[in-house]
Nanobody, 125 residues
């Protein structure tokens, strides 16, 4: 089992920045990849970014490429999402997720095995 706890959400004006954190505990040695997803009201959960736990290979959705940066600190079992140049359309609940099954489909939410409780990000115009 892997437990995930997100933090760092909040209210920010358009153009501002936030950094989300996701602390993993439990069987962290089984984690192959960590991802961030988001879900806005009335919309489906969508992929934001992911990072391989060992090699640090990163993946981004086109909508956030160049603005968001995913990183990890293996010693702290924590993954971060630095969000810059935020836009109102980035408003959503952000979830971190852990893949222990070594999925090929990085961008599919159903390929992740464990989820955090989510943290709200609100960007005002």
């Amino acid at each position: 089992q892997v437990q995930l706890v997100e933090s760092g959400g909040g209210l920010v004006q358009a153009g501002g920045s936030l950094r989300l954190s996701c602390a993993a505990s439990g069987r962290t040695s089984s984690i192959a990849r960590m991802g961030w997803f988001r879900q806005a009201p009335g919309k489906e959960r969508e992929f934001v970014a992911a990072i391989s736990w060992s090699g640090g290979i990163t993946y981004y959705a086109d909508s956030v490429k160049g603005r968001f940066t995913i990183s990890r600190d293996n010693a702290k079992n924590t993954v971060y999402l630095q969000m810059n140049s935020l836009k109102p359309e980035d408003t959503a609940v952000y979830y971190c997720a852990a893949d222990v099954s070594r999925t090929t489909y990085v961008r599919r939410s159903d390929e992740y095995d464990y989820w955090g409780q989510g943290t709200q990000v609100t960007v005002s115009s």
